[in-house]
T-cell receptor, first 111, second 115 residues
Framework: DADVTQTPRNRITKTGKRIMLECSQT?????MYWYRQDPGLGLRLIYY???????NKGEISDGYSVSRQAQAKFSLSLESAIPNQTALYFC??????????FGDGTRLSIL | GNSVTQMEGPVTLSEEAFLTINCTYT??????LFWYVQYPGEGLQLLLK?????DKGSNKGFEATYRKETTSFHLEKGSVQVSDSAVYFC??????????????FGKGTKLSVKP
């Protein structure tokens, strides 16, 4: 079983729809992160959480929200999806400042 | 601000060729440096890291040395294989501040190795 699991792996939806991407981990790490990857732009940080009660905005948080339901679960929501949010989304975890571990990604297409 | 610049791809090599992917950084203080690799259809995996000046990270035949004087962390491999085809990301973290431990990525370099 994967240590960092993202669901769904692929999603196609329409403009204006509410979308939730989920991430769960079995590593027991305290920190969790959401990134988006766009061609030619690398990965950019959307939100991060250092523990269940600590949520922080990243570089590109506009249009997104998150919820840390438990230490092992961190979900990303798009309240009203727009086409320029089409991207590959990654969840990652880490224990303190140790290297991050990534899920396999969710490919999201917004029509 | 803090940033990572890596050479643009794509890079196409023949099997057994020598690989260098350049990476330079801008950061205040003393960052930790990383190379991550992304194989097709997968997430990022840590390839190697270095946490202080002159440290050499190595893994799977890849090496990178933390050069503070040139603010660089170039990735090298002496003989690439087809299975090394992937996207490589250089990244840093800062050891201080409210966002300590957060990764700052370069834009990635796609490597294709031909048989």
């Amino acid at each position: 079983d994967a240590d960092v699991t993202q669901t769904p792996r692929n999603r196609i939806t329409k403009t204006g729809k509410r979308i939730m991407l989920e991430c769960s981990q079995t590593k027991g790490h305290d920190r969790m992160y959401w990134y988006r990857q766009d061609p030619g732009l690398g990965l950019r940080l959307i939100y991060y959480s250092f523990d269940v009660k600590d949520i922080n905005k990243g570089e590109i948080s506009d249009g997104y929200s998150v919820s840390r339901q438990a230490q092992a679960k961190f979900s990303l929501s798009l309240e009203s999806a727009i086409p320029n949010q089409t991207a590959l989304y990654f969840c990652a975890t880490s224990e303190g400042n140790q290297p991050q571990h990534f899920g396999d990604g969710t490919r999201l297409s917004i029509l | 601000g803090n940033s990572v610049t890596q050479m643009e791809g794509p890079v196409t090599l023949s099997e057994e060729a020598f690989l260098t992917i350049n990476c330079t950084y801008t950061a205040t203080g003393y960052p930790s440096l990383f190379w991550y690799v992304q194989y097709p259809g997968e997430g990022l995996q840590l390839l190697l890291k270095a946490t202080k000046a002159d440290d050499k990270g190595s893994n799977k035949g890849f090496e990178a040395t933390y050069r503070k004087e040139t603010t660089s962390f170039h990735l090298e491999k002496g003989s690439v294989q087809v299975s090394d085809s992937a996207v490589y990301f250089c990244a840093l973290t800062l050891p201080y501040g409210g966002s300590q431990g957060n990764l700052i990525f370069g834009k990635g370099t796609k490597l294709s190795v031909k048989p």
